[in-house]
C-alpha cells in the first residue's frame, strides 16, 4: 500500500522535510501548495520504520503522523516537529494500538493504557493518561480513537469526556466546535455549536448533549465525519449525506460565494499565465448576472443526499476544515469544498462545489483505498489496480 | 530595499517608515492559545519582512496567517473569539499589506492594500498602537493622488433627483414633543428618569457635520470613499433573504443609493461603528452632552452610523441602553412603542429575535396579530438637526423618507 498525499504542505507534512532546518517552513508556493498528489516516500534517516509496511496515516494542520502497527508499532511524526524527531519513531509511541493527532495533542492507545502527550512542549509524562481495564467481561466495542472505554478525547482540555453507554458509541467524529456520533446501530447523534447548520437538526441553536439526527431515522449510516463547520455520513448502501456550511463547496452543493470567487481567481490565473489550458478549470463565462436559475446554499441545515457520480456507492469520506474527499467502491477518489492549497488534488489551486475525480490515480490505474484529510491536505493510500479479466 | 537616497517618496517608504526599524524591534507577543506552528509563521512572516526574499513568499505566509485565523474568527460565536486569533488576523493584514506595497505597486495592489487594512481594522484587533490606521491614512493620501483629475474629468451628479418622499403627517395627539436646547436638569427630571421620548432641537447646530463640511455624498466619497465597510443587503433584517456583504463607500453609493448598475433590492450601511473606521467622520460629530447624565463614561458611548437611500426600514425592536439618534442628512418616519405594551406587540420567540416585534408596523396583520392595533404610541418624522431621545427598551421603527445619514449614541 502507498500513500499519497496534496495540498498544504508548510511544514514538510507532505514531503520536503529534510531540507527544512528546525521549525522552518516552506516559502515557496509550488513547496507549500502541493496540488497534484505526491507519494510520501520514507525519510532518509529513518532505520526501523518503512513505508513498505502498512501504515496508517493521521494529519492536523502542521503535523502528519504515520501509524506503524505491524511488529514493533510506532508512530513516526512529520511537519512541525523538533529536529531529533524527525524521520524518528516518538519515543513514546512504542507498542501502541491506535494514535489520533490535533494541532496540540498527541494521543496514543496502548493495550493497557491511553495516553495524551502535549507537542508543543517536551515533556516527560503525558499532560493526561487513563488506565485500560482490560476485562474480558466488559470487551464491548474495539477501541475506536477518539472514542475511548466511557466517552472520548476531544480536540481541546479537559481532554478526557465521558459519554452515555446508552449511545452505544461505535465511531465518533470530531471537529473544534462540534461532533458527530454513529452507534452501534446505526444512529447518527450530533452535538456542539450550530451556528452553521452543522448539527443537521434543522435549525442553527446549539446541542449541548448528543441529539439524534432525526432525519436520518431509519437509515442505519457505516461511516461519520466532520469538518470545521460540516458533517457528512455514509449509509449502509454506500449513499453520501451531507450538511453544515457550504461557502467553499464543501458540502457539494452550489455555492454562490464560491463561483463569484472561483470567476475572479480564474481571470487572475489566466492573466498571470495565458498558456494555460483553460480545460483544467470548470469555469463558466465571466458574464454578468445570472446564467441560469441556481439556488446556492449557503447553510444547509439538514441532511442532503449528495449524488457524487451516477451509480456508484462510497465507501469512505474524510473531510478537511473546508473540503471533503470520498472514496467508492470503484477505487475512485472524489474531492470538492475548498482548494487554496491544492488540497483536492486536481493540480490547480481552484476551489470547486462540485466533486471531482482525482485524474492521477486513474491515469496510473491505481486503485484508492482509503483517504484521510489533515486541516488542509488530503492523503490517499493506493493499491495498483488489477487488470480486470474477460 | 535599494539603498538609492534619492529623495522619491515612495508609497513604501512612507509606510517603512511607520514600521520598526528591524526585526528586533518588532514584537511578537502572544498567549499560549496561539500554537507554536503560528508562531513560526509569524515569525516567518517578520523575517520575511526585513530580508530580501520575493513578494511572492511574502504574500504566501500572510495568506497562511490569514487564512488560519480567519478559520478561528469563525469558530464559535463572534464574542467568544478570543482576542489573540483577531490580533494574528491583523498581523496577517499588516503583512500581506508590507507585501503589496513594496516596489512599485500598482493602482489596483493600493486599492487592495487599503481593502486589507479594513478588513484587519473591521475583524481584527488593533496591534502595535493601531498601526493599520496610520497605513490607512497614507494609503488614502496615495488614492486621492491618483483619483484627483478622475473627478474633474466626471462630474459628479451634484444633486441626486430629489426623491418626493411620502411624508406621513404626523397627528399631534401622538407626536413625540419637542424641545429646543432643554437644560440638563430639566431633560433629567421630566424625560430620562420618568423614560419619556423627546426630540431635542438645536443642540448639534454647532457639528461639523451639519456646519464646516456638511456631510454630502461628495463629501462621504472624498473622505471614505475607497474604505470597506459592511453593509446589509435585503429589505429588513427578519426576511429570509438579508445578508451581509462588504462593498467599499464608492460601490455602496453607486449600487444602493445611485443605483448604476441597476441591481435590485436595497442595502443599507447600517448599526456600523463607522467613526472607530473612520477617524475623519469622528470629528465631524460630538457625542450629546446629555449622556453626561449616565452612569458610563464616554469610552463606553456606542456609536453607530446608519446611512442609506430612501425605503430603509429598521423592524419595531428595542435595545438594552439609552439612545439619542441624530439626524444628520435626509428624514426619518419613526414610531415609538412604550415597554409596557409589549404585550400587544408580539415578540419573536427565538432567542436570536425576542427583542423583535413579529409585526409590520405600517402594514400589519390584523387576523395574525389583533392586539396591535390597540397599542398606544408616539411618532415622529426626524428632520435634520433634531436628535431623538429613545428611553431604553423602548420599542422603536424607523423608515428613511429619503436619503439618509444618521449617527446614534447607545448609553447607560
Known amino acids: 500500500m502507498r500513500w499519497f498525499g496534496f495540498g498544504f504542505n508548510a511544514f514538510g507534512q507532505i514531503y520536503g522535510q529534510d531540507k527544512l532546518l528546525e521549525g522552518e517552513c516552506f516559502e515557496n508556493e509550488q513547496e507549500v501548495k502541493v496540488s497534484s498528489p505526491t507519494e510520501l516516500t520514507a525519510q532518509e534517516d529513518r532505520s526501523d520504520c518503512r513505508l513498505k509496511t502498512d501504515c496508517q496515516i493521521r494529519a492536523s494542520w502542521s503535523r502528519r503522523a504515520s501509524l506503524y502497527l505491524n511488529g514493533d508499532s510506532c508512530v513516526c511524526l512529520s511537519g512541525f516537529v523538533s529536529n531529533d524527531s524527525c524521520g524518528n519513531p516518538v519515543k513514546e509511541s512504542r507498542g501502541c494500538k491506535d494514535a489520533i493527532i490535533s494541532e496540540s495533542y498527541l494521543t496514543l492507545a496502548f493495550s493497557d493504557r491511553l495516553e495524551s502527550w502535549d507537542l508543543q512542549k517536551k515533556e516527560t509524562s503525558p499532560s493526561w493518561s487513563m488506565e485500560i481495564k482490560t476485562d474480558p467481561e466488559i470487551s464491548g466495542t474495539p477501541l475506536n480513537l477518539p472514542l475511548v472505554p466511557g466517552g472520548y478525547i476531544a480536540t481541546k482540555t479537559p481532554l478526557y469526556r465521558s459519554l452515555s453507554p446508552h449511545l452505544r458509541a461505535k465511531s465518533l467524529a470530531l471537529s473544534s466546535e462540534h461532533a458527530i456520533l454513529l452507534s452501534a446501530s446505526g444512529t447518527v447523534y450530533t452535538w456542539g455549536l450550530g451556528s452553521h447548520g452543522q448539527l443537521g437538526h434543522g435549525g442553527l441553536t446549539p446541542e449541548e448533549e448528543p441529539r439524534a439526527v432525526e432525519a436520518l431515522w431509519g437509515m442505519p449510516m457505516s461511516c461519520v465525519a466532520t469538518g470545521g463547520w460540516h458533517s457528512v455520513c455514509i449509509s449502509d448502501g454506500g449513499d453520501l449525506y451531507v450538511w453544515g456550511w457550504n461557502e467553499s463547496g464543501q458540502l457539494g452543493l452550489p455555492s454562490r460565494g464560491l463561483r463569484k470567487a472561483t470567476q475572479q481567481q480564474i481571470s487572475q490565473q489566466q492573466e498571470e499565465s495565458p498558456c494555460r489550458d483553460a480545460s483544467t478549470s470548470t469555469a463558466e463565462e465571466p458574464q454578468e448576472g445570472e446564467i441560469h436559475e441556481e439556488v446556492f446554499i449557503s447553510i444547509q441545515a439538514f441532511p442532503a443526499l449528495l449524488d457524487i457520480t451516477p451509480s456508484c456507492e462510497v465507501s469512505t469520506v474524510s473531510c478537511g476544515c473546508r473540503h471533503t474527499a470520498a472514496v467508492t467502491t470503484t477505487g475512485d477518489l472524489y474531492t470538492w469544498g475548498w482548494g487554496d492549497y491544492g488540497q483536492l488534488g486536481h493540480q490547480t489551486l481552484i476551489s470547486s462545489d462540485e466533486p471531482q475525480r482525482v485524474e492521477l490515480f486513474k491515469e496510473q490505474q491505481m486503485r484508492v483505498v482509503d483517504v484521510v484529510c489533515g486541516a488542509w491536505n488530503t492523503f490517499a493510500s493506493v493499491v495498483k489496480e488489477e487488470v480486470a479479466g474477460p | ?412
Open chain 2, 1 to 412: 530595499m535599494s539603498k538609492d537616497v534619492s529623495l522619491m517618496h515612495t508609497l513604501w517608504t512612507k509606510i517603512s517608515a511607520v514600521l520598526p526599524k528591524d526585526e528586533e524591534q518588532f514584537p511578537l507577543p502572544f498567549g499560549a492559545i496561539v500554537e507554536s506552528s503560528v508562531v513560526e509563521m509569524l515569525r516567518r512572516s517578520r523575517r520575511q519582512l526585513y530580508s530580501e526574499t520575493t513578494s511572492a513568499s511574502r504574500m504566501l505566509t500572510a495568506k497562511v496567517l490569514l487564512d488560519f485565523s480567519w478559520e478561528k474568527l469563525n469558530t464559535g460565536t463572534w464574542r467568544h473569539v478570543d482576542k489573540e486569533w483577531r490580533r494574528v488576523y491583523s498581523y496577517g493584514c499588516l503583512f500581506k499589506v508590507a507585501a503589496l506595497c513594496r516596489g512599485v505597486p500598482s493602482a489596483e495592489d493600493v486599492l487592495e492594500a487599503l481593502r486589507t487594512c479594513d478588513m484587519g481594522l473591521l475583524m481584527g484587533a488593533a496591534i502595535m498602537e493601531d498601526i493599520l490606521q496610520v497605513i490607512v491614512r497614507i494609503l488614502q493620501g496615495e488614492v486621492r493622488k491618483s483619483t484627483k483629475r478622475e473627478d474633474s474629468e466626471h462630474p459628479q451628479v451634484k444633486r441626486i433627483k430629489m426623491e418626493c418622499p411620502h411624508v406621513p403627517v404626523i397627528r399631534e395627539e401622538v407626536a413625540i414633543p419637542r424641545v429646543k436646547r432643554p437644560s440638563l436638569e430639566s431633560f433629567n427630571t421630566n424625560y430620562l428618569l420618568p423614560l419619556k421620548p423627546l426630540i431635542l432641537e438645536g443642540t448639534i447646530e454647532h457639528w461639523p457635520a451639519l456646519n464646516q463640511h456638511p456631510w454630502s455624498i461628495e463629501y462621504l466619497r472624498s473622505v471614505a470613499g475607497c474604505r470597506t465597510v459592511p453593509v446589509e443587503v435585503g429589505s429588513r433584517y427578519t426576511d429570509e433573504g438579508w445578508s451581509q456583504t462588504l462593498l467599499t463607500v464608492n460601490e455602496f453609493i453607486d449600487r444602493y443609493i445611485l443605483n448604476k448598475d441597476g441591481v435590485k433590492g436595497s442595502g443599507y450601511l447600517a448599526q456600523h461603528q463607522l467613526f472607530d473606521q473612520i477617524p475623519e467622520l469622528k470629528a465631524d460629530i460630538r457625542p450629546p452632552d446629555y449622556c453626561c447624565l449616565g452612569e458610563g463614561d464616554e469610552e463606553d458611548i456606542t456609536v453607530n452610523a446608519w446611512f442609506g437611500p430612501g425605503g430603509t426600514v429598521s423592524p419595531l425592536h428595542q435595545d438594552p441602553q439609552q439612545n439619542f439618534l441624530a439626524q444628520v442628512v435626509g428624514s426619518k418616519y419613526i414610531r415609538l412603542y412604550s415597554p409596557e405594551d409589549t404585550d400587544k406587540l408580539y415578540p419573536h420567540q427565538s432567542q436570536l429575535l425576542h427583542n423583535t416585534s413579529q409585526v409590520d408596523v405600517e402594514n400589519p396583520d390584523t387576523e395574525r396579530f389583533p392586539e396591535f392595533a390597540k397599542a398606544p404610541y408616539l411618532e415622529c418624522v426626524l428632520q435634520p438637526g433634531d436628535v431623538l431621545f429613545i428611553p431604553v427598551q423602548h420599542w422603536h421603527y424607523v423608515r428613511s423618507l429619503e436619503l439618509s445619514f444618521s449617527v446614534s449614541f447607545w448609553w447607560s
